[in-house]
């Protein structure tokens, strides 16, 4: 069985500091593991996605993230907040062999960006 | 340009009252999903199904029904026997087997009054 625990329900950061998410998993199996942003009302997006090549992954918007496998982890991070970050992130988790059906979403963590 | 649709955004309805909500997608994807979101609960999956006419109960199925008769269509029925219909809900669409990537609608939000 697989499970994802995002730390911190809320975030928030000042604007042009560093934002970073936390994220740990479990799996019985090598994983390949996603992050999702979703803004108020709208559906979710992949910001990027680990599939066992590169453990340092750049996604979209200045966002970037690594698999530590020792620390069962994959925190987002973004150099420097932007107001336009402001929003909710999903971790995610799924078996390669098993594909989307059996895709396990953390709990979610909502970025506040002060000005 | 290629999606998901997803209507009506928002629908109110009273108690004992069967909902369907539609979801339609234009990428050619074999496969669909049908999540719902609470807040603080993150995504709960209903069903999903893998080719027409075939679909598979998700980890909340109780109340709900599906149907999936053509490639681009997969409504999903909200029915009186759902104890607590009122969330937001969410279609998605992948391509058949692949590594977890999701793509989303935009959601539609049942109230229950």
């Known amino acids: 069985a697989q499970s994802v625990t995002q730390l911190g329900s809320h975030v928030s950061v000042s604007e042009g500091a560093l934002v970073l998410l936390r994220c740990n998993y479990s799996s019985s199996v090598p994983p390949y593991l996603f992050w999702y942003v979703q803004y108020p009302n709208q559906g979710l997006q992949l910001l990027l996605k680990y599939t066992s090549a590169a453990t340092l992954v750049k996604g979209i918007n200045g966002f970037e993230a690594e698999f530590k496998k020792s620390e069962t982890s994959f925190h987002l991070t973004k150099p420097s907040a932007h107001m336009s970050d402001a929003a909710e992130y999903f971790c995610?988790?799924?078996?390669?062999?098993?594909?989307?059906?059996?895709?396990?979403f953390g709990q979610g963590t909502r970025l506040t960006i002060n000005p | 340009d290629g999606g998901i649709t997803q209507s009506p955004k928002y629908l109110f309805r009273k108690e004992g009252q069967n909902v369907t909500l539609s979801c339609e997608q234009n990428?050619?994807?074999?496969?669909m999903y049908w999540y719902r979101q609470d807040p603080g609960q993150g995504l709960r999956l209903i069903y999903y199904?893998?080719?027409?006419?075939?679909?598979q109960k998700g980890d909340i199925a109780e109340g709900y029904s599906v149907s999936r008769e053509k490639k681009e269509s997969f409504p999903l029925t909200v029915t009186s026997a759902q104890k607590n219909p009122t969330a937001f809900y969410l279609c998605?669409?992948?391509?058949?087997?692949?590594?977890?990537?999701?793509?989303f609608g935009e959601g539609s939000r049942l109230t229950v009054l």
């Open positions: 998605a669409s992948s391509l058949h087997r692949n590594t977890g990537e999701l793509f």
């Open positions: 199904s893998q080719i027409v006419n075939d679909f």
């Open positions: 995610a988790v799924s078996d390669p062999q098993q594909g989307a059906q059996k895709l396990v």
């Open positions: 990428l050619n994807h074999d496969a």
